[in-house]
């Protein structure tokens, strides 16, 4: 599956920006997806994951109350609603997959980028104060 990240720019702190992840190649319903983001000198961090079908998603606390992951399996597309912005949002984000379910069942897994086997370029948010 080949990812195509989309929507960044730049937003005062409190706005909102919605990002979008298109996937080509095998339906995008085979694969657990997700979002990571990376600020310039920091580790590349979760932020959320969705399942196959969209009925559980999965948020680091940092975003949680604030972001939200959806999915849209019949146009291949998955989403990020981020609203309340923060300066600490800044960062690429970058979405994911994972066509095997079972390597994401604990919440230590899913945050890892080591458990994703696939990664779209990333789109750049900045968030100004």
């Known amino acids: 599956v080949q990812l195509q990240a989309s929507g960044g720019g730049l937003v005062q702190a409190g706005g909102s920006l919605r990002l979008s992840c298109g996937a080509s190649g095998r339906p995008s319903s085979y694969y657990v997806m997700g979002w990571f983001r990376q600020a310039p000198g920091k580790e590349r961090e979760f932020v959320a994951a969705v399942s196959k079908m969209g009925g559980n998603t999965y948020y680091a606390n940092s975003v949680k109350g604030r972001f939200t992951i959806s999915r849209d399996n019949a146009k291949s597309d998955m989403y990020l609603q981020m609203n309340s912005l923060k300066p600490e949002d800044t960062a690429v984000y970058y979405c994911?997959?994972?066509?095997?379910?079972?390597?994401?069942?604990?919440?230590?897994?899913?945050?890892?980028?080591?458990?994703?086997?696939?990664w779209g370029e990333g789109t750049l948010v900045t968030v100004s104060s």
């Open positions: 994911t997959a994972e066509a095997n379910a079972g390597t994401l069942l604990s919440s230590r897994a899913r945050s890892s980028p080591r458990s994703y086997e696939y």
